[in-house]
């Protein structure tokens, strides 16, 4: 066979030399996601750690408005409300405005009673029309928000008594448009998978998240446990409820349009993972077509952007490729794969696979398990990291569960199929409000 160089020929074959340069792209672009994480690893290790409105105890408190994102959450509802109520942000400067999307269960006569005994604290908005989904739902309740920032959680998450003040004192910076506090699961020890999105979670807030803010680069809004300035949102063009990824979508948009997102990596909040492989899969696919929804959108606007640095514009294109990612690995195994059984006859084709597989493992998303070990270590769970060789199941569940998504979003596109939200289920037994 004839070879010229390490190369395969173009001439003499030409379908391995062209499946070889695919393959070297493929490697390239996944190694820089890996130089991508490695430097938010480092940057949580050793770096400046800036948390700028975390001093803020006493002010003149704005008005604000809690919303909770409710449809069928009659067993955690009323947790989420007793928790706001006892919060120490003062009553007469927040209203709680329970959203109940069309709910079947008991989650109305639930929001209801807390009414009946708080008129003065809570209105609730009962939906029973209108478009499906949390972000259709959220757009029609923040017409009712009294002042100017408004605060959301969805009806699983339970907040601290401090966690409102933390969430508001980056909103003093008039600059700031959403803010974003730190996701924890309050279900972790259920079983093999709940430990798993533990490890997740802490990875993607307590090192990903706090990373972006150390450089100043693009903390995202995720959707609950932070907030919005509604002024904000309006400059930008409202809340948009065409999107399974409100949250990614009003980030951008804030972004590109010059205001900036605060995470607040100390503002903890507690929220439930699923615990059921069926309902992660779904949920998973759910924020796969939401945030490429965002990227067919928003990405030459953002990337054409005059208010944001190179850093911000790089970290938020590598971001907006996120759930494109799996597919680009699934193609680049096929390469390997491929190139491996055409028996190419380079030395550089024949180990091609073997390279791109120690590439993918060490430097591609895999370098995600790096961010996960620096996690654990600054939680002070060392016990933990025993699991994290079982994290490449999530992950391989995750690579064919988005990349399926990506499908169903093309055809759903094609077909002009209405996009359907599939609610998390919920594990915890009801609450009542005794």
Known sequence: ?????????????????????LLMVVVLFMVLYGVRHFMFTMSRL???????????????????????????????????????????????????????????????QIVNSYHERYPSRLSPFHRTGGKPGKSAALKDALRFADGDIAIIFDADYVPGRGLLKQLVAPFFDPEVGAVMGRVVPVNSGANLLTRLLDLERSAGYQVDQQARMNMNLMPQYGGTVGGVRMSAVEAVGGWHDDTLAEDTDITYRLMFNGWKTAYTNRSECYEEVPEDWRVRIKQVKRWAKGHNQVLARHWWKFAASPYLTAGQRVDGLLLLFVFVIPLVMLAGWCLALGLYFLNAGSLLSQLIPVFALMVYGTLGNFAAFFEIVIAVLIDGNRRRLRLLPLNILGFMVSLFAISGAVGSLVMDSLLRRELVWDKTVRYRKKVGNA
């Open 1 to 21: 066979m004839q070879t010229l160089g390490l190369l395969p020929s173009f001439s003499a074959q030409p379908v391995a030399a062209a499946m070889a340069c």
């Open 46 to 108: 050793i770096g400046e750690q800036r948390h700028p409105y975390l001093d803020i105890a006493v002010a003149q408190w704005p008005v604000i408005t809690v919303f909770i994102a409710a449809h069928n959450e009659e067993k955690v509802i009323a947790g989420c409300i007793e928790a706001l109520l006892n919060t120490d942000y003062p009553a007469n400067r927040m209203t709680i405005i329970p959203v109940n999307d069309r709910s079947t269960d008991a989650t109305a």
